[in-house]
């Protein structure tokens, strides 16, 4: 009897592990549709990134405004905090600036998950750069990492366009990265839905010799401009100022609340 009881007790935990091997198998795999023919399945529901409409189900519609630029004090990152499905507001609170290290910073624009994934990844392999040189990585090489990247991805349905920036041995440098491996280097770059308002505030006011404060104030109104016209664009604006020391985090500001400043500044030119 106790011999047909352990036999039992045996075939039970043999049968535990393997629906427990399944279901690690199962958490380690992509899931499938269920249906007949998933790769077709997918090209005619979700192909996305090739620069066609395939009048797929399911559009990836996306909205942002981000921004940044150099100047004489160093380079100034501002972004909104928006993110949007299509007509629909997912979330008034992303965080659009990703902090690889103290020294680098990046922007998301375009698909959230991509952005937030591949830039976390960099800095994954930036921190492998200084553990192997025993020093800082530079934001030329950093970019360049980031851009090799999306080149082996290139055509895989990809959306990102990003800035990456810092200071490092050369000074001040920043650079645009986007999921076709594209890689700019310059000293102003706007990314986004509410870009092309951002560059007209941005070409309007812009000088490099601009005090720290004055070009804290331009970031701010060149985001705040794009979120009045670009309804994509909106709800908290993040400032970054990057110096030789590194970030700094200057604001976060709701964009109603620059609306009424400036409003304020509007109505005593008025009257002036």
């Not at 075939?11 to 499938?32: I, T, V």
């Not at 905090?81 to 680098?104: D, F, H």
């Not at 970019?143 to 490092?168: C, F, V």
Request: charged fraction near 20%; hydrophobic fraction near 35%.
């Amino acid at each position: 009897m106790l011999a047909v009881g352990g036999q039992i007790l045996d075939e039970a935990s043999a049968k535990f592990r393997r629906n427990s091997k399944d279901k690690d198998a199962a958490n380690d795999s992509f899931m499938l549709p269920n249906v007949r023919n998933p790769a077709e399945y997918c090209r005619m529901n979700l192909k996305c990134g090739y620069g066609v409409d395939s009048n797929q189900a399911i559009k990836f519609s996306k909205g942002t405004t981000t921004l940044a630029f150099k100047f004489q004090g160093g380079i100034i990152v501002s972004v909104d905090s928006r993110s949007t499905m299509g007509s629909y507001i997912a979330s008034g609170s992303v965080k659009k600036i990703i902090e690889i290290n103290p020294y680098l910073l990046g922007t998301m624009a375009g698909g959230a998950a991509d952005c937030s994934f591949w830039e976390r990844n960099l800095g994954m392999q930036c921190r492998m750069f200084e553990l192997r040189n025993k020093e800082r990585i530079s934001v030329a090489a950093a970019s360049k990492l980031l851009a090799n990247t999306m080149t082996q991805y290139r055509g895989y349905g990809l959306s990102m366009g990003t800035m990456i920036t810092g200071w490092d041995k050369t000074g001040p440098q920043l650079y645009y990265v986007d999921d076709d491996g594209t890689r700019l280097h310059g000293d102003m770059f706007s990314c986004g839905s509410g870009s092309t308002y951002a560059y007209g505030i941005l070409d309007e006011y812009y000088r490099y010799d601009m005090t720290d404060e004055e070009a804290i104030d331009l970031g701010q109104r060149a985001i705040y401009h794009a979120t009045c016209i670009d309804s994509y664009s909106g709800a908290i604006n993040n400032v970054y100022l990057v110096k030789p020391t590194g970030w700094i985090k200057i604001s976060s500001i709701d964009v109603n609340d620059l609306h009424d400043k400036y409003q304020a500044e509007k109505e005593v030119q008025m009257e002036a």
